[in-house]
């Protein structure tokens, strides 16, 4: 990454199986758990799907790019016109848990670039937080909020 560009990049270590979350992030039933409302598909390698989120009215197109079961999951979604890449990566760790990276790229050094980096630095960091309570404890963090930010 040249200073010239933008990246976001997020960890968090969940204690469930490689496979659980690989499942919790790839299956629209599971993710309405924790992070959007509802989704026209599973995410597949190769598809296009429309996730809509509670707290906003709007569809979001995400172009799954790749899939590697229970490592790997990529796509494509849109930022101010900008096609933005986001790669989940799984890693195992000890105890059965599993260790969740987000890299998300890229935008310009610009103040539009940093809007977008702090946003989105929040939301993938929430998404982990989110995730983590709902795999460990069956609690959907996100439920209620957001709803300040509707419109």
């Known amino acids: 990454m040249s200073p010239d560009q933008l990246e976001i990049k997020c960890a968090m270590q969940i204690q469930k199986t490689i496979n659980e979350v690989f499942e ?19 995410m ?13 009215d709007f569809e979001c197109p995400v172009k799954v790019e790749k ?13 101010s016109g900008i096609d933005l890449l986001v790669e ?3 890693s195992e760790k000890e105890n059965n848990s599993t260790l969740v990276t987000i890299t ?11 809007k977008w980096l702090s946003g989105n630095s929040f939301g993938w960091s929430n998404f982990l937080s989110c995730l983590k309570a ?9 439920k209620g909020a957001f709803d300040f930010m509707k419109k």
């Open 24 to 42: 919790a992030i790839v299956n629209p039933e599971k993710m309405a758990n924790y992070f959007i409302a509802t989704s026209t598909g599973r």
């Open 44 to 56: 597949e390698e190769g598809t296009n799907i429309i996730w809509k989120f509670p707290e906003f």
């Open 67 to 79: 899939i590697e079961n229970n490592k790997y999951v990529s796509f494509y979604w849109e930022n």
């Open 88 to 90: 989940i990566t799984l």
């Open 104 to 114: 998300e790229k890229s935008m310009e050094n610009t103040e539009a670039g940093l």
């Open 134 to 142: 709902y795999l460990e404890y069956g609690i959907n963090l996100r």
